[in-house]
């Protein structure tokens, strides 16, 4: 498996090249848990409802700030075959990667609010061909919710999957968490 580095974006960190492509490696190896996600549609899936695609992605977004951060890789699908960002039916190039980024960002700044955004890093690689992003996710000081149907839900991490908190769980939960 051919594994290139390609870049970084939002803020400085002092891992070097070959630390983050050892990093993903790990990753790629592993199950999905309270810090790891995978998503093979992103919010910008051209062949999925965008509204689908966007709320999977918010929820995973929001569970890893509301719990302890952690690491979601898009264009990896939940037994961790690689299957690109290019299988979204976008022709992803290495010029995308600032657009992408930007996107999501805009995304996470518009549905959770953009004091959240911060939390956020972009990296990406090109994996035997095919692209995939690994957005690092770090932990909110407050609670993070997001909005569908009208309502917010607070989501968090609980191993591998994420749980929507009823009104109780969640003020449970914000009391003892925040």
Not at 9 to 36: C, P
Not at 38 to 46: G, I, M, Q, V
Not at 125 to 147: A, L, R, T
Request: hydrophobic letters at 35%.
């Amino acid at each position: 498996m051919l594994i290139n580095y390609i870049s970084f974006f939002k803020k400085e960190h002092s891992l070097s090249k070959k630390a983050r492509l050892k990093n993903l490696k790990i990753l790629l190896n592993s199950a999905e848990n309270q810090h790891l996600a995978f998503l093979s549609a992103t919010p910008w899936n051209l062949k999925q409802p965008k509204t689908a695609t966007e709320k999977e992605f918010l929820k995973s977004v929001a569970s890893f700030m509301n719990s302890g951060g952690g690491n979601l890789l898009l264009g990896v699908n939940k037994d961790n075959t690689v299957l690109g960002l290019e299988n979204d039916g976008v022709p992803f190039k290495k010029k995308d990667r600032k657009r992408f980024s930007q996107h999501i960002s805009q995304l996470i700044s518009d549905k959770l609010g953009p004091q959240f955004c911060t939390l956020t890093c972009y990296h990406f690689f090109k994996i035997d061909e095919k692209f995939i992003c690994q957005i690092e996710i770090g932990k909110s000081d407050i609670p993070v919710y997001v909005p569908i149907n009208n309502s917010y839900h607070m989501y968090i991490r609980e191993e591998a999957k994420i749980r929507n908190l009823n009104l109780h769980e969640m003020l449970e939960y914000v009391e003892s968490r925040f």
